[in-house]
């Protein structure tokens, strides 16, 4: 909500900046009419004026550049009055030439202006999409802190092939992470499909292993109905990690299926929570696990759990370096899930020099000291 009012405000600032930014070919015209009548009848410095319209076009809309056009046609006919070559050959060719590039130039500003409208509906659309599928999460679910970062490596994209959620359930919460392995509006029609079944079933299977077979089963339809007659059908996956926090236990169990591991960072340290039967991602089909298993871990009140996608990790710097994100979590020793999520976002910004090479998704998990487990408190 505050990134709409944001460019609301900025609004009335844009609109008259726009309007200042034509006194710019109004003093080029005025500029060129100068030094037409400094220089004298030899020199003619009329056709210079096209530069005018052809300036606005890079700001402005086609009313705009038509009536700078017109102003440029008007300091032609002043400067043909004032000068004695009224008449001639030349002159009458110089003012057809500046009629002509004129409209020439309002035809591909109105042209410019229809597609950039076109693209802010495209965008709006995006948009839209994006708060209905991969809106922000919670700050707040139980017992818990949340923060969550969604970012696209595709430029003017709003959504991309990595999905995350979350769900509160009976006694706890339920999150999932994930990431459609290809591009495009394949998988970004395979993410919205796999976060719509995690929303549909998250409550109603209580074991993990019921929710990650419905999951599964749903992935597999989805991207064998995509991958018909397609090259390279059969390859492709969805990698999820899906973890359940009860409000009542200091633990966290996780689900992992071909997903990067989670983080806990717990009294000053980074502990990376590796499944102990490693899984196939979703959508294998006969491949998968026929029973998931469910790790168990520690998560005190205090702890901050960190789930990410692969595109955090994989992030290279200039020199094609990967992003060290265990070493920067240790050397930050940040605890709030809001200022970790921000902080990141700007650093893997900076780091890929604001050119990220897959989609990012992030979701940062705390639980409250004092909340739940019947008011246990983080040791001191």
């Not at 500029?31 to 400094?38: E, G, L, P, S, Y």
């Not at 992003?323 to 900076?350: S, T």
Request: glycine fraction near 8%; aromatic fraction near 6%; charged fraction near 25%.
């Amino acid at each position: 909500m505050r990134r709409f009012q944001d460019v609301r405000a900025a609004r009335p600032w844009a609109w008259w900046r726009g309007r200042a930014l034509v006194l710019l070919p109004l003093a080029l015209i005025a500029v060129i009419m100068v030094a037409d009548f400094a220089t004298g009848p030899r020199v003619h410095l009329g056709p210079l004026l096209i530069a005018a319209p052809a300036l606005t076009a890079s700001f402005a809309g086609p009313v705009e550049v038509a009536l700078i056009g017109v102003a440029a046609i008007g300091a032609e006919v002043v400067i043909a009055a004032a000068d004695r070559w009224r008449g001639l050959v030349e002159y009458e060719s110089h003012l057809s030439s500046l009629v002509l590039m004129s409209v020439v130039i309002v035809f591909f500003s109105a042209v410019r202006r229809r597609h950039q409208r076109q693209l802010a509906l495209v965008r709006s659309v995006a948009e839209t999409a994006q708060q209905v599928l991969m809106r922000p999460l919670p700050e707040r679910v139980g017992p818990l802190r949340i923060a969550s970062l969604y970012l696209t490596a595709q430029e003017e994209a709003r959504i991309g092939g990595d999905l995350y959620g979350a769900a509160r359930i009976a006694r706890g919460t339920r999150l999932i992470i994930g990431d459609v392995r290809g591009k495009g509006l394949a998988a970004v029609d395979t993410a919205a499909l796999v976060i719509g079944a995690f929303c549909a079933a998250a409550h109603q299977r209580a074991a993990l292993r019921d929710l990650l077979a419905f999951l599964d089963g749903a992935a597999t339809v989805e991207l064998a109905t995509s991958e018909e007659g397609e090259a390279g059908a059969g390859e492709n996956f969805v990698t999820a990690a899906v973890v359940d926090i009860p409000d009542e236990e200091p633990r966290v169990h996780i689900v992992n299926r071909g997903h990067p591991s989670p983080l806990l960072l717990t009294g000053g340290r980074v502990r990376e929570l590796r499944a102990t039967r490693p899984a196939p991602p979703l959508g294998l089909g006969n491949l998968a696990a026929p029973d998931a298993h469910a790790d168990s871990f520690p998560f005190r009140p205090g702890d901050l759990l960190l789930l990410y996608t692969d595109g955090v990790i994989e992030t290279r710097d200039a020199d094609r370096r990967f992003y060290p994100l265990r070493e920067r979590l240790l050397a930050w020793e940040e605890d709030d899930p809001g200022r970790l999520v921000e902080r990141l976002h700007e650093d893997l910004c900076a780091y890929a020099a604001d050119r990220l090479d897959d989609d990012v998704a992030v979701i940062a998990v705390k639980r409250m000291p004092g909340q739940g487990l019947g008011g246990l408190r983080s040791p001191s």
